[in-house]
């Protein structure tokens, strides 16, 4: 009865990497952003800012469209008159 010798790390990467293409499945690398870089940074707060704009400006044409559509008849303000 002799002990089996623990697997090293690159034994437990090949067998869990087998498992896997015996499920179907295949290995890719992804790359992705760094997110602690000052160019990402300054890309999310620029596209953070045209959002931001471009929400003001779609309540800005909401209100307009809202206005547009007020009737031409004069306006009862009741007993002080016009404000």
Do not use: C
């Given at each position: ?14 067998k ?22 000052a ?42 008159g016009?404000?």
């Amino acid at each position: 009865m002799g002990m089996e010798r623990p697997m090293t790390s690159a034994e437990r990467v090949a067998k869990r990497r087998a498992a896997l293409r015996a499920q179907g499945l295949r290995a890719r690398t992804l790359w992705l952003p760094d997110r602690g870089s000052a160019a990402f940074q300054e890309s999310v707060a620029r596209d953070t800012a045209v959002i931001n704009a471009m929400q003001r400006e779609a309540d800005t044409v909401a209100l307009i469209e809202a206005i547009q559509h007020w009737p031409e008849a004069d306006y009862d303000w009741g007993p002080g008159g016009t404000p």
